[in-house]
Each structure stands twice: as C-alpha cells, then as structure tokens.
C-alpha cells in the first residue's frame, strides 16, 4: 500500500475511533469543535440551523453548547437515525427546496447558521468543487434570510477559482469574515471553512 494512504488512513482511524469512543456518530464533529474553540460561534441558548446534518454529529455538539435553553434544527437528504436530545429536530430534505419548509417551521430566526455540507463526489475536482460552491451559495442565501442580525455563519467549501467571490459575499454579509482549516480536516481536503461572525 502507499505511503500516503497508510498516513491517511491512520489519521481517519485516529478520528474514527476517538468519536466511537465520544459517542458521536462521525469524526467531522471535532472540525466544529476546533471552529468553536477558535471563534465562539455558539452561545448557551442560541437556535441553531445545521444544514447537511446527518448522520448527526454536528447536531449533538451543538446541541451540548447550547444547552436544553436552546434548539437546534438540521436538514440532510439523509434521514438522521440515531437518537437526539430533545432540544434537537431534524428533517429530511433537499435545502435546495426548504425555504418553505423553514418558513412554516419556525417563527423565529437563527442565531448560528451552520454548513457542513459536501456533494456526492465524482473525483473530478472542478465538478466537485462547482457543486460545493452551489450547496455553499445556498447556504448563504438561507443564512441572509433565516439569520438574526450579528448572528454567525460557518461554512464549508471545497477551494476553487470561485472561493474569493465566496469569501467577497461572505464580507459584505458580515462584520468579520474567517477562513479555517481545522487540524482534524485532512491536509490533502480541498475542504475549508468559512467564517461570517456578527451579521450586519
Ligand atoms: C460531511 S456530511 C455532514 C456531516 C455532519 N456535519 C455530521 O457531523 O454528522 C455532508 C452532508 O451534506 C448533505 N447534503 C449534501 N447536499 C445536500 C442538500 N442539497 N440538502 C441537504 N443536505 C445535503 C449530505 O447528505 C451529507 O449527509
């Protein structure tokens, strides 16, 4: 076998086995663990929107920082199986078509929008990279209309020619704008993060 992916299954191993020991069900939960470490996104009693949220990680930890005060709504087009706090819903569908569903949910806005979404990739990289930047866009846009002002925003996006005009948007929405590479992301992953804190 190589010797890049032995060093690359060792470090899935690493956090594979560390969030079956944690009881998370997937190893992306210490991506947003280290981006709430770093920038606080998350306060006792907010309401948060998790976009791409099964299986389910992400839903938990959130759900930890915000304690039963709070909430904590998620949309996958993959049905979340394993069992939640009762301060936390999910639903099943396309966030492509959920502005409605969102708008007859809830009478209230968010204070953390969250993305961890990725497309089913196709190992053509600008393929891959033009459907994150979509999904990216989209959570943007549901970010600007679901998202209480100075309220914050993380998303992740595979890195193309498109990510500055991202990060542009991501500015003009937002007092501060970041970009993070957590430690527990893969060096190799073109995946990053984007940062929007305190919405204007
Ligand atoms: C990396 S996983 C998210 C992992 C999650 N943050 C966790 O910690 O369990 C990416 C998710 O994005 C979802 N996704 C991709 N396109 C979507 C769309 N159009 N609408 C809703 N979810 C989508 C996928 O179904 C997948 O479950």
Not at 4 to 25: F, M
Not at 79 to 103: K, M, Q, Y
Request: aromatic share 8%; proline share 4%.
């Amino acid at each position: 076998m190589p010797h890049s992916t032995l060093k690359k299954n060792r470090w899935q191993d690493h956090y594979t086995r560390k969030a079956q020991k944690e009881h998370y069900p997937a190893r992306s939960v210490y991506k947003l663990k280290e981006i709430q470490r770093k920038y606080r996104l998350i306060r006792q009693g907010d309401h948060i929107l998790d976009l791409g949220c099964a299986p389910g990680a992400w839903l938990l930890y959130a759900a930890e920082q915000t304690g039963e005060q709070g909430c904590v709504l998620g949309i996958d087009l993959k049905a979340v199986t394993i069992s939640v706090p009762s301060h936390v819903r999910a639903i099943t569908g396309d966030i492509f078509n959920s502005e409605e569903a969102l708008s007859a949910t809830v009478d209230y806005q968010f204070n953390v929008v969250l993305s961890d979404m990725a497309p089913a990739t196709t190992g053509n990289k600008h393929i891959d990279a033009a459907r994150s930047q979509n999904l990216a866009d989209e959570a943007l846009n549901l970010a600007q209309r679901f998202l209480k002002p100075g309220g914050n925003f993380a998303c992740k996006i595979f890195q193309s020619g498109d990510f500055q005009n991202f990060t542009g948007e991501v500015r003009r929405c937002f007092k501060t704008c970041k970009t993070f590479k957590p430690q527990s992301s893969r060096k190799a992953s073109r995946e990053i993060y984007v940062i929007g804190m305190k919405k204007l």
